[in-house]
């Protein structure tokens, strides 16, 4: 028998798969700050007015206003993205299994219930595509032509990776742990969607399988009904819809990892613009980054006290400073951080400046725990990923 409550959620999906098919482009359009950057704002399924990038398969960029409310990024306004247009948009929670295989002494097959019945836990975590702000690289790459709002921050609750391992009894000589989801290709030729992380990384606790995102359900499009989380690493790496954990004895050789999301293999992952690397490795950790999220590029303020406000993160070490320049980045100025929700979290910070009427370059500035800086200039690579340069912020003060 179905309880109502199972009635009410099977109809919910019936309906939201109607959703999609009737998704479409509202009336309005962005221009992002780049060449060819006029973008529609588009309408989808348990999302608010999103900018859209592609629509098969959905790719949706958060507008960065949004960052301005607070440290967590609502489900209804995180973005998308996707590489293959089989999405799948109607995947029933109670036949949805997850299989843990390879080299494990027990293979399993978990429903999304057994997982529910394991021992939560819940970690705050940015989730950035590798390629977020690549729209501004000089020269330009190619890939998707993304702004800033590739990005979002949220509660994720579920079990450890570890815990579902640790049943599964990995073999020793394990070397990697292979993840699939239940998106696939819509041509045999085109690579299934796979990622893969060394086992120790694999085992380490934080990472996580996730069923719950800020109180809620996963969003279809962020990965219903369960999606990995992999704290202070691009989100390459959080593979939505997942339902396959290989654990391998080898290095998983698979076209997402061998070779594409790749960053050359130099100081700072980065080399002479226009020039290919030599040697490359997948890309893993974030940079560090901040953002002003009340100002915007070309804003005009009034004369007097304003106080400034944004958000910066890293990859898990933490945010040691953010500063703030008004003059272009001759001089700096600490603000102040707020309270640390998590590591892995954005930091809100705020900072009140005195503006007299005139032309002023903002520019805001993280430092994380470890010691990584953002650089003044920004560093490149083929891809365009990592993008981490100081924003600046032109504003005139009348
Ligand atoms: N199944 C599946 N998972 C995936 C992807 C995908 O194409 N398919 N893309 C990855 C990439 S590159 C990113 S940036 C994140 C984006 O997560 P989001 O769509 O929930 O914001 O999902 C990751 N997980
Ligand atoms: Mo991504």
């Not at 009336?27 to 990038?53: C, H």
């Not at 003044?376 to 340069?389: D, F, H, I, Q, T």
Request: hydrophobic share 40%; net charge positive.
């Amino acid at each position: 028998m179905l309880d109502r409550r199972e009635l009410m959620k099977r109809a919910g999906v019936a309906a939201l798969a109607t959703g999609f098919a009737s998704t479409r482009a509202l009336a309005d359009t962005v221009t992002l700050p780049f060449d060819n950057g006029e973008r529609p704002i588009v309408s989808y399924p348990q999302k608010r007015p999103m900018i859209g990038l592609t629509s098969r398969p959905p790719q949706l960029e958060t507008p960065f206003s949004i960052f301005n409310d607070g440290p967590i990024t609502p489900n209804n306004a995180f973005f998308v993205r996707y590489h293959l247009a089989d999405v799948p948009l109607n995947i029933d929670p109670d036949k949805f299994t997850l299989a843990v295989k390879g080299k494990v002494d027990k293979p399993l097959t978990l429903s999304l219930k057994d997982i529910r019945k394991l021992k939560a836990t819940e970690i705050v975590a940015v989730n950035q595509c590798s390629g977020n702000s690549r729209g501004f690289f000089t020269p330009r790459v190619a890939g998707g032509q993304l702004g800033n709002g590739a990005m979002g921050c949220a509660r994720w609750h579920g079990v450890p990776l570890k815990t579902v391992l640790d049943m599964a009894g990995v073999q020793a000589g394990a070397k990697q742990v292979a993840f699939g989801g239940l998106d696939g290709p819509v041509m045999d030729t085109t690579p299934d969607f796979a990622k893969a992380l060394d086992i120790d990384h694999a085992s380490d606790g934080e990472v996580m399988l996730a069923y719950g995102m800020n109180g809620e359900d996963l969003p279809v499009l962020n990965g219903f009904p369960l999606r990995l989380i992999v704290p202070g690493y691009f989100g390459t790496y959080w593979v939505k819809h997942l339902n396959e954990i290989t654990v391998l004895d080898h290095e998983f050789d698979g076209f997402w990892m061998k070779s594409a999301y790749r960053i050359p293999d130099t100081p700072n992952n980065s080399v002479e613009p226009g020039t290919a690397p030599k040697a490359t490795i997948p890309i893993n950790r974030f940079t560090v980054r901040s953002f002003i999220t009340n100002v915007t590029d070309g804003a005009k303020l009034k004369a007097g006290r304003t106080v400034l406000k944004g958000i910066a993160f890293d990859s898990g070490k933490g945010i040691k400073e953010v500063a703030v320049s008004t003059d272009g980045g001759n001089t700096w100025v600490p603000a102040k951080l707020a309270h640390e929700i998590g590591k892995y979290s954005f930091r809100e910070w705020k900072l009140p400046v005195k503006l007299a009427a005139g032309s002023y370059e903002l520019k805001v500035r993280a430092t994380s725990n470890a010691g990584e800086v953002q650089p003044a200039e920004p560093r490149w690579n083929p891809a365009g990923y990592l993008r981490n340069v100081v924003e600046t912020y032109r504003v005139t003060v009348a």
